[in-house]
């Protein structure tokens, strides 16, 4: 996931005035900037759905009823999505593949995506939103930051954890980052990093808002420390709350444009529903060291969008278990292994999380996890990660 984490880096102690440094080393994984996309499929009701979501996101349309009507059109349009309707692939076409279709044919898809080695798949109605995102990026692909999801394989794996530090060693460096709580009924992120006594906007008051949302009133409204913004749940925010998901899609769209990396804490998917993780461009899923926690973490994979992901295993390491067998198990690349750290859970507890930020291993970990997902260097190895937009040979549905 090649982001624009750096394009809004804060003036600091020994830094100069906000500067956008390009620090885009990889291939992006977005298309570009065409904003035409090609729908093969003989299914009215597919036509419909993508149809209604293509005008939402300010996209044109083509429609082929079989692959023999889309030959020689695929290089007038930015990415192809296939109905599960639809057998085969589109010869000659080597860009962005998403296979759409119904719920009811989700696990054909699937079969369908590996098969044509499609990019993404899009479960309609389901997926609606996240295609609509996908859309936007088609339209606009260098607007906006990155925003990554930070996910458990299993329950306790340590997300909350793992997502502080992320953002609070990027905001270190300088950018601007905007850590999110995504789960509700999570016991807030406010206390992992010392932030209830600061004033500022939570979920709650956002939720209530209508309309579109100014970018630079949002990150003024925020809590905010040492260049990270949090957004969280106040503690009674979650007993109150009411689906709003086009009030959280607004949020999300305002804080790509405030902010130069967005780190996403995702709860872990009950069914199908991911709340903000359908948002996000990729995930960090965090897996303990063991094989019982690999076998969860597959089935969480499953409810995941057709997003990379990568790996990161949570020590301590077991006899016979290592990092790159539990990544193997996965079919993921490799990020980084996060080991027992002495007086990390005394600084959870004390809210002081952000103080290991500096740790050495921290840093080596986070390290990786920023260099992947700047599309920097080869997952698996020190201090660098597997492109998000690189697609290894053997690569599954989400682009492992």
Same mark, same amino acid.
């Not at 100069?16 to 035409?36: D, H, I, K, N």
């Not at 859309?135 to 930070?150: K, M, Q, S, W, Y």
């Not at 992320?166 to 905007?178: F, K, M, N, P």
């Not at 902010?259 to 995702?266: E, F, K, R, T």
């Given at each position: 996931?090649?982001?624009?984490?750096?394009?809004?880096?804060?003036?600091?102690?020994?830094?100069?005035?906000?500067?956008?440094? +390009?620090?885009?080393?990889?291939? +992006?994984?977005?298309?570009?900037?065409?904003?035409?996309?090609?729908?093969?499929?003989?299914?009215? $009701?597919?036509?419909?759905?993508?149809?209604?979501?293509?005008? %939402?996101?300010?996209?044109?349309?083509?429609?082929?009823?079989?692959?023999?009507?889309?030959?020689?059109?695929?290089?007038?349009?930015?990415?192809?999505?296939?109905?599960?309707?639809?057998?085969?692939?589109? $010869?000659?076409?080597?860009?962005?593949?998403?296979?759409?279709?119904?719920?009811?044919? %989700?696990?054909?898809?699937?079969?369908?995506?590996?098969?044509?080695?499609?990019?993404?798949?899009?479960?309609?109605?389901?997926? $609606?939103?996240?295609?609509?995102? /996908?859309?936007?990026?088609? &339209?606009?692909?260098?607007?906006?930051?990155?925003?990554?999801?930070?996910?458990?394989?299993?329950?306790?794996?340590?997300?909350?954890?793992?997502?502080?530090?992320?953002?609070?060693?990027?905001?270190?460096?300088?950018?601007?980052?905007?850590?999110?709580?995504?789960?509700?009924?999570?016991?807030?992120?406010?206390?992992?990093?010392?932030?209830?006594?600061?004033?500022?906007?939570?979920?709650?008051?956002?939720?209530?808002?209508?309309?579109?949302?100014?970018?630079?009133?949002?990150?003024?409204?925020?809590?905010?420390?040492?260049?990270?913004?949090?957004?969280?749940?106040?503690?009674?925010?979650?007993?109150?709350?009411?689906?709003?998901?086009?009030?959280?899609?607004?949020?999300?769209?305002?804080?790509?444009?405030? /902010?130069?990396?967005?780190?996403?804490?995702?709860?872990? +998917?009950?069914?199908?529903?991911?709340?903000?993780?359908?948002?996000?461009?990729?995930?960090?899923?965090?897996?303990?060291? &063991?094989?019982?926690?690999?076998?969860?973490?597959?089935?969480?994979?499953?409810?995941?969008? %057709?997003?990379?992901?990568?790996?990161?295993?949570?020590?301590?390491?077991?006899?016979?278990?290592?990092?790159?067998?539990?990544?193997?198990?996965?079919?993921?690349?490799?990020?980084?292994?996060?080991?027992?750290?002495?007086?990390?859970?005394?600084?959870?507890?004390?809210?002081?999380?952000?103080?290991?930020?500096?740790?050495?291993?921290?840093?080596?970990?986070?390290?990786?996890?920023?260099?992947?997902?700047?599309?920097?260097?080869?997952?698996?190895?020190?201090?660098?990660?597997?492109?998000?937009?690189?697609? +290894?040979?053997?690569?599954?549905?989400?682009?492992?």
């Amino acid at each position: 996931m090649t982001t624009h984490m750096n394009a809004r880096r804060t003036a600091g102690p020994g830094r100069g005035p906000m500067v956008s440094e +390009p620090l885009e080393r990889g291939a +992006p994984w977005l298309p570009g900037q065409e904003t035409t996309v090609m729908m093969v499929s003989a299914s009215p $009701a597919l036509h419909g759905e993508v149809g209604r979501v293509c005008a %939402a996101a300010a996209v044109g349309l083509v429609i082929a009823e079989t692959m023999e009507d889309g030959g020689g059109k695929w290089g007038e349009v930015a990415a192809v999505l296939i109905g599960s309707d639809v057998p085969g692939g589109l $010869a000659g076409w080597r860009g962005p593949t998403v296979v759409v279709g119904r719920a009811e044919d %989700a696990g054909r898809m699937w079969l369908q995506a590996a098969r044509l080695g499609a990019d993404r798949v899009a479960v309609l109605p389901d997926s $609606a939103q996240w295609l609509a995102n /996908y859309f936007t990026r088609l &339209r606009e692909p260098a607007a906006g930051a990155g925003v990554v999801g930070i996910i458990g394989g299993c329950g306790g794996a340590g997300t909350s954890t793992l997502a502080a530090l992320i953002a609070g060693l990027e905001a270190s460096r300088g950018t601007q980052v905007l850590l999110v709580d995504g789960d509700p009924w999570g016991g807030g992120l406010d206390s992992a990093v010392a932030a209830e006594g600061l004033s500022g906007l939570r979920w709650p008051d956002l939720l209530q808002a209508s309309g579109a949302i100014n970018p630079e009133q949002l990150a003024a409204s925020l809590p905010a420390m040492d260049g990270l913004s949090l957004l969280s749940w106040s503690a009674d925010g979650a007993a109150g709350r009411a689906a709003a998901p086009a009030a959280e899609a607004e949020v999300m769209r305002a804080a790509r444009v405030a /902010y130069g990396l967005v780190v996403v804490d995702v709860r872990r +998917p009950a069914g199908h529903a991911l709340g903000l993780g359908v948002h996000c461009d990729g995930f960090v899923m965090i897996v303990p060291a &063991r094989l019982r926690a690999a076998a969860a973490a597959e089935r969480v994979l499953e409810a995941l969008p %057709a997003a990379p992901v990568g790996a990161v295993v949570a020590g301590p390491l077991r006899d016979g278990v290592d990092a790159r067998l539990v990544s193997d198990a996965l079919g993921l690349p490799l990020l980084g292994s996060l080991p027992r750290i002495k007086g990390l859970e005394e600084a959870l507890d004390a809210g002081r999380l952000l103080d290991m930020a500096t740790h050495r291993k921290v840093r080596r970990l986070v390290a990786g996890i920023l260099a992947w997902l700047a599309g920097d260097g080869a997952a698996g190895t020190p201090g660098s990660g597997q492109p998000v937009g690189g697609r +290894p040979a053997g690569a599954g549905r989400h682009g492992r």
